[in-house]
């Protein structure tokens, strides 16, 4: 009997080894089957960006296109005083474009000159010795606008929504609301007021200090 205690321990450490090799075996094998399902469901997520970012450029290229003939036909656009289009991409992981804004602005204005904003830098605050020759109100903007959204679920203009592929196959479906946009378009017309917005008297600017009151 000397010896045989050992024997079947080391005959039972060796199964062991075995069973402890086969699962370890079997955990490679899975682990590698669900890297290789994760790698193929991430080539396949990065097509579909890919395609909806290629998609959605194009569709924000025909609305471009769009705007750019209003802009060189419609009389009041083509001589207002000032015109431009704008395009404001979103981006994934700085690449794919998930979605596009445009907007057409025509009009008198669209911002403060440089002249008007070095008055509302040097008189932000009314000081006793500064001039009070100001302007009651300035005009920081006067312009009409016609905005545009495009994603891979919609294109919307005017705040018309069209389905993206129809849109693509006909760009003229957006007619009859862009008709309506250029019959009555939205206005932007902004003032800043003389102290309120420029020579503030200081006692009214913000004091998150005093703004506590007395404890």
Do not use: C
């Amino acid at each position: 009997m000397a010896g045989e205690t050992y024997a079947q321990i080391k005959k039972a450490k060796e199964e062991l080894e075995r069973e402890q090799r086969e699962r370890n075996t079997e955990a490679a094998r899975q682990a590698s089957v669900r890297n290789a399902e994760e790698a193929f469901r991430n080539a396949e997520e990065s097509k579909k960006r890919i395609k909806n970012s290629q998609e959605i450029e194009a569709n924000a290229s025909r609305i471009y296109s769009i705007f750019q003939e209003i802009m060189d036909n419609e009389t009041q656009v083509r001589f207002s005083h000032k015109k431009t289009i704008s395009v404001d991409k979103t981006k994934y992981d700085g690449s794919n474009v998930t979605s596009a804004d445009l907007e057409l602005k025509w009009g008198d204005k669209f911002t403060l000159t440089s002249a008007e904003s070095e008055i509302i830098r040097k008189h932000k605050y009314k000081g006793l010795h500064l001039s009070t020759q100001l302007p009651e109100t300035i005009v920081s903007a006067d312009y009409y606008h016609i905005e545009a959204h495009v994603d891979h679920a919609s294109v919307s203009i005017a705040g018309a929504r069209f389905n993206p592929e129809e849109f693509k196959l006909n760009p003229t479906i957006t007619s009859q609301a862009l008709a309506r946009a250029l019959l009555n378009p939205p206005r932007v017309f902004r003032t800043l007021t003389k102290g309120y917005d420029y020579f503030v008297p200081r006692s009214n600017a913000s004091d998150p200090i005093k703004s506590q009151g007395p404890f």
